[in-house]
C-alpha cells in the first residue's frame, strides 16, 4: 500500500506540514496549523 500525494505533518519536524508526492516529500515545510494550499508546492 503506498501513500495518496498530499500534505501531510512531516516525520522529521511534527510543527510542519510536507507534501508527499506519492514518492517522496516535495517544497519547503509550511506551520502545521496553516491551511495548505489544494496541490503540490
Given amino acids: ?3 495518496q500525494p498530499g500534505w501531510y505533518v ?3 519536524d511534527p510543527e ?3 507534501y508527499w ?3 517522496g516529500w516535495l517544497g519547503a515545510p509550511i ?3 496553516a491551511t ?3 496541490g503540490p508546492p
Fill in 16 to 18: 510542519t506540514r510536507r
Fill in 1 to 3: 500500500m503506498s501513500v
Fill in 31 to 33: 506551520p502545521v496549523d
Fill in 21 to 23: 508526492d506519492g514518492e
Fill in 36 to 38: 495548505p494550499p489544494d
Fill in 10 to 12: 512531516d516525520p522529521a
